[in-house]
C-alpha cells in the first residue's frame, strides 16, 4: 500500500518558537491535508491543499503542497501551548476511491 | 450543525461480547469511513462507504462489520469482540477529498 513518513515523531520545543514538521510520500498525491488531535478529542481538519506549489495559511498555520506532489510540510510559527497535540498528514493520491493514507502523526509538546 | 456524532464514547466489553458502534453525520456527505486508532500505528481504516447503499474493505476489516443505514448513519459491528480490538474508534465523513471526524470511542475487551 501507499506509505507516508511523517517527520519527526516528537517535538519538544518553547513557547514562541517556530516548529516544521514534513510528510513524504511514496507517490504521487492529488491532495494533502493536516490535522491536528488534542488528547482524547478526534483529528480535526487545519489545512487542505489540492494544487502542487500551492501555499496556505490558516492563522499561525502555513502548509504547502511540495512541486512534487510527493511531500507536504506544515509550519506553526510563534508556538502557544494550545498548540500541544498530535499533528496528522494525510494524503489522497489518484484512483484512491476516497480514501485517504495518513502519516503516524508528529506529537508537540510546548513548554510555558 | 454536530457535525460527525458517534456513541457510545466508552465501553469496556468481555471477550466473545458483541457490539455497536453508532455514527451519524448532518452534514450531507456521501462517504463514511470507520478508522482505528492504537499507539504508534496512527490510523487504521478498517471500512468505508463511498456513498448509501454501498459499503468496501480498508486496510484491518477482520473481525468488524458495517452497515450504511442511510446517507446520514454509518455503523460498526463486533461480532465477538477480542482484546486485540481493544482500540480507539472513530468515524469520518466526506466529500471527494475531506475527510472530518468525529470525537471516537474508547473501546476496551477483556
Known amino acids: 500500500g501507499q506509505q507516508l513518513n511523517q517527520s519527526p515523531q516528537s517535538m519538544f520545543i518553547q513557547e514562541g518558537e517556530d516548529v516544521s514538521m514534513n510528510c513524504t510520500s511514496s507517490s504521487i498525491f492529488n491532495t494533502w491535508l493536516w490535522y491536528k488531535q488534542d488528547p482524547g478529542e478526534g483529528p480535526v481538519l487545519l489545512i487542505a491543499?489540492?494544487?502542487?506549489?500551492e501555499l496556505t495559511s490558516n492563522g499561525r498555520l502555513t502548509a504547502q503542497f511540495g512541486i512534487t506532489r510527493k511531500d507536504s510540510f506544515l509550519n506553526i510559527s510563534a508556538s502557544i501551548p494550545s498548540d500541544v497535540g498530535i499533528y496528522f498528514c494525510?494524503?489522497?493520491?489518484?484512483?484512491?476511491?476516497?480514501?485517504?493514507?495518513f502519516g503516524k502523526g508528529t506529537l508537540l509538546t510546548v513548554n510555558p | 450543525n454536530a457535525g460527525v456524532t458517534q456513541t457510545p464514547k466508552f465501553q469496556v466489553l468481555k471477550t466473545g461480547q458483541s457490539m455497536t458502534l453508532q455514527c451519524a453525520q448532518d452534514m450531507n456527505h456521501n462517504s463514511m469511513y470507520w478508522y482505528r486508532q492504537d499507539p504508534g500505528m496512527g490510523l487504521r481504516l478498517i471500512y468505508y462507504s463511498a456513498s448509501e447503499g454501498t459499503t468496501d474493505k480498508g486496510e484491518v476489516p477482520n473481525g468488524y462489520n458495517v452497515s450504511r443505514l442511510n446517507k446520514r448513519e454509518f455503523s460498526l459491528r463486533l461480532e465477538s469482540a477480542a482484546p486485540s480490538q481493544t482500540s480507539v474508534y472513530f468515524c469520518?465523513?466526506?466529500?471527494?477529498?475531506?475527510?472530518?471526524f468525529g470525537p471516537g470511542t474508547r473501546l476496551t475487551v477483556l
Open positions: 494525510a494524503g489522497r493520491f489518484g484512483g484512491s476511491n476516497y480514501k485517504l493514507t
Open positions: 469520518a465523513s466526506g466529500g471527494n477529498n475531506e475527510q472530518f
Open positions: 491543499l489540492y494544487k502542487a506549489g
